[in-house]
């Protein structure tokens, strides 16, 4: 699927000329062939929510005359509405982190308040199914990047684990700091996740039960946004899973040092 392509231009070096630039386009048509994918993907996930919302609409129409009907398909239409728009807000964040021109805030973080923030606005989720959001731990160092991004990727771990775990039970969610790094986990008492699969979950619109993730609103593209996310931050993210028991995500990303800090500080101030 891959092609080579030797691109060779003449470069003047003060008054000379001089043969170079062996341009190596296989990257560029792997690229190529990743966008053409996501767009077959993305058309083939669309179908479902648009094909539903179609149907509902008729069988409002057609059943006018029984108030209950009309409220049930009423409320499924709302159902499939809302999935369709959280998959396009998924697909526009993860075009946009794929594009390279992606225009990124880059500032000190806490990211202490940034977990914090993504607990606040799992709460009520969480509260549906009586589970228990419980953090722990505090990093003292910022890290460098886009709160935005971090949220949404610490968002989309803790939306994951309450979304495939039972009812009444724990999330834990920790911070921890050392040598360098931050570690944000994110554990849950659900399913697991079996080995084979574990790195293939982070792939576009893979999932291991896809009714279940659609039932219950996932798109597939949540742990491609967090990979995404943690790699533009030079992070890492993995996953601990023993099938049965439950998983642990945990997001790795390198903090500022003191002398970096102060550098940044001072470039806030005189821009
Ligand atoms: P989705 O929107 O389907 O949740 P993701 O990219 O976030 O998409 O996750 C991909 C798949 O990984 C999910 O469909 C699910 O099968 C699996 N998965 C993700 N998080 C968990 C978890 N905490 N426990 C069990 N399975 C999970």
Redesign the pocket.
């Known amino acids: 699927q891959s092609q080579l392509v030797i691109d060779l231009r003449v470069a003047p070096v003060g008054d000379e000329f001089i043969l170079v630039l062996a341009d190596d386009r296989t990257e560029f048509a792997r690229v190529q062939v990743m966008r053409t994918d996501f767009v077959a993907n993305v058309s083939h996930e669309l179908k479902t929510p648009v094909g539903a919302i179609g149907l509902m609409a008729e069988a409002i129409e057609s059943s006018a005359d029984d108030p209950a009907s009309v409220e049930y398909f009423s409320q499924r239409l709302q159902k499939e509405s809302q999935r369709l728009s959280h998959l396009v807000q998924?697909v526009i964040e993860l075009s946009r982190l794929q594009s390279s021109d992606v225009v990124r805030q880059s500032q000190l973080v806490d990211i202490n308040q940034v977990v914090s923030a993504s607990i606040d606005r799992n709460r009520i989720t969480a509260e549906g199914k009586e589970i228990i959001l419980q953090a722990g731990g505090r990093a003292k160092r910022p890290v460098h990047g886009d709160p935005e991004l971090l949220g949404t990727a610490i968002r989309?771990?803790i939306?994951?684990?309450i979304?495939?775990?039972p009812e009444k039970t724990k999330v834990g969610i920790g911070i921890t700091e050392r040598d360098g790094v931050v570690k944000v986990s994110?554990k849950?008492q659900?399913?697991?996740?079996p080995e084979d699969?574990q790195d293939r979950?982070?792939e576009?619109?893979?999932?291991?039960?896809?009714a279940?993730?659609?039932q219950?609103?996932?798109?597939?593209?949540?742990?491609?946004?967090?990979k995404h996310v943690v790699g533009q931050h030079s992070g890492e993210i993995s996953v601990w899973?023993v099938p049965g028991e439950?998983?642990t995500?945990t997001m790795t990303l390198p903090t500022v040092d003191e002398e970096t800090e102060q550098d940044l500080l001072n470039t806030m101030k005189g821009a």
């Open positions: 998924d989309n771990l939306e994951n684990a979304r495939y775990s994110v849950d659900g399913p697991g996740i699969e979950i982070f576009r619109f893979y999932r291991i039960d896809p279940r993730s659609r219950t609103g996932g798109t597939g593209l949540g742990l491609s946004i967090v899973s439950g998983s995500f």
